[in-house]
């Protein structure tokens, strides 16, 4: 028998929209498969963020009451704290993204636990390795809600396979009732599909990789006949002759 085709709304992951443009974020807002948000640094300067505040707090009126992520961008752990205690008064829906070291590779464990100490909701990210994992989620116990964030897409950048290292972190966390993993900066839907068939609970997507959802589970065969239709139409519409 073949199985029914997998569709958008029957995936069992969390999808999180990952952008920094904030009229790209006001449409997908209205999509009801995105159930939270995130955004970085480098997304917004994208976008030409100039005023981060004013930025986050158009966002945050615009998303209701689904969660959330702001990055620091300070360098220095005391002042990431700072940065991170202005960032979570925002909003009780708010996450405060911490890279889980500096520049200097010096780790952010400390700083991860005066903030869950805190009740500050943390999402470490650019994590890549199992141990990187396991201290932020020691690090996290006990806290608020928090995220780890696994750059399953730049581990598979590098030739690795990201699944059996999300499946392991996937049991790290598992103990950790207040900590929810994201697969992070996923290349193409597959990776949407992969992240709900390992457990993850939330996988990040950018507004493109969102669009592309409608094509989950679609018959391979129309699909080709769409894509030599767009052949034809595309050279139709150039004028090309020989």
């Not at 615009?62 to 925002?90: C, K, N, T």
């Not at 493109?208 to 065969?221: A, I, P, S, W």
Request: glycine share 6%; charged share 25%; hydrophobic share 45%.
């Amino acid at each position: 028998m073949t199985p029914a085709p997998l569709t958008a709304d029957a995936l069992t992951v969390k999808v999180f929209a990952d952008g920094g443009d904030l009229e790209s974020i006001r449409t997908v807002a209205t999509n009801p498969l995105v159930l939270g948000f995130t955004t970085n640094p480098t997304l917004m300067r994208q976008a030409g963020v100039a005023d981060y505040r004013a930025f986050a707090r158009e966002v945050i009126e615009e998303i209701g009451d689904r969660p959330i992520s702001f990055e620091v961008f300070s360098d220095d752990f005391d002042d990431m704290e700072r940065q991170a205690l202005e960032i979570s008064s925002w909003g009780e829906n708010v996450y405060v993204k911490i890279p889980v070291t500096d520049c200097r590779r010096g780790s952010a464990e400390k700083l991860v636990t005066r903030l869950a100490e805190q009740d500050v909701k943390v999402n470490v990210t650019a994590l890549m390795t199992l141990d990187q994992v396991r201290v932020m989620s020691d690090c996290l116990a006990g806290g608020p809600g928090a995220y780890v964030s696994i750059f399953a897409g730049r581990i598979a950048d590098t030739g690795r396979d990201p699944l059996p290292v999300m499946a392991a972190a996937l049991a790290l966390v598992e103990p950790y009732r207040n900590i929810e993993v994201i697969w992070a900066s996923p290349r193409e839907v597959l990776n949407v599909v992969q992240a709900a068939a390992v457990g993850c609970h939330v996988i990040t997507v950018t507004h493109d990789v969102l669009r592309k959802l409608t094509t989950l589970g679609k018959d391979l065969g129309d699909f080709s006949l769409e894509t030599v239709q767009m052949f034809r139409d595309d050279a139709v519409a150039a004028g090309y002759q020989l």
